[in-house]
């Protein structure tokens, strides 16, 4: 097969001109800093369309989380001394099959991770898994949880069993913008949400985040926290620890430039989904999937993963991994490999938290008996290349070579 001549992306910014304009009207007025209109209206016009009381743009997502994380903090344990986290101590239950930004905020906070076993039915944290956590650690008071690949989580059973042990819900929406669960929006069940407006992410800012509050006491805390934490006296008077986590106007521009295509996005990536669903049926394979009856998501990534059965014998380290090409059967290297000599870009599945290094002290909680749910996905699953630029013709050309794979 010939490789493209242009690279077909995972995810890439898809930008339409109105960004520019507002960039070149923050420019004009010289509002270039981290005031000015753009900042107001994506945070109103955020704030209507999640349908929480208000948005605080941020310098990215990792950011928004970071101030939820010590939000939820502060409301739990109260105001701690300098120097330690809001969190000291704390366990806190969090996504485990997610990007690493969702839990390191919680560590930035002085907490310790506990980490949830996904379920298979959308791929997102196992509301039996959370309750057995419960039984296990029943002090605990804080859930972080995001919502994978753009799929909605079970929120309304994780909602559930967080009241009934007076727990706050931190949701991580950066994947999901747009996204709904029973026609409310992701990022309006949290106590404290974000999202991201990261590069790949369905809509960006060229980077930025916002996090989403519940009050305006609570906009106004994390406002005042992201800009240095200044009291209001005629000279700098700290009575609290400060960040500089706000967001440019500049960046705003450019958010408030995408805005409008929020839904155009959403409506090429469920094309991109449905039109892999359809050619690769024959295949031993699923997509990502999610609940058709309450669920749409925003199908920011398009996802398979390869029936257990038919994975191919394959060997991988902590850095490498090797495979042998079988009949009938593949791995997710193969496909990447594949993916990769037409020049087009794959990834593998987020890797499990509890797998990681970094993480592996943690206590990490399944239902499963051996065999966690996020290490089948891990190992048996890939993100296909997802750009809403990709063509049919490109798309076909990608299908075509994972079905090689499998011949
Ligand atoms: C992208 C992402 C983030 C971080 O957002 P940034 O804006 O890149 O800091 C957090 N959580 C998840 C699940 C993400 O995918």
Redesign the pocket.
Known sequence: MEPFKNKVWLSSPTMHGDEQKWVNDAFEKNWVSTVGENINVIEKEIANFIGVEEAVALS??????HMAVKLAGEKLYGRPKVGDGTLKGKKVFCSDM??A??VNPVVYEGGEPVFIDIELDTWNMDPEALKKAFEIFPDVKLVVL?H?YGTPAKIDEIREICDEHNALLIE?A??SLGATYKGKQTGAFGDVS?I???G??IITGS???MLLAKSKDDAAKVRKWSTQSRETAPWYQHEELGYNYRMSNIIAGVVRGQLPYLKDHIRQKKDIFEYYKQELKGLPIELNPFNEEHSLPNYWLSCLKIKPEYISSMITNDYEAFYKKEMGKSCPSEILDAIANINAEGRPIWKPMHLQPIYQANEFITTGSGWANGDDVFKCGLCLPSDNKMSKEEQDVIISAIKKCFE
């Open positions: 990215s997502g990792t950011a928004a989380l997610t990007f930004a969702t995001a994978l991580d950066a994947e974000i991201s407006f990261n790949n992410k980077s930025g985040g």
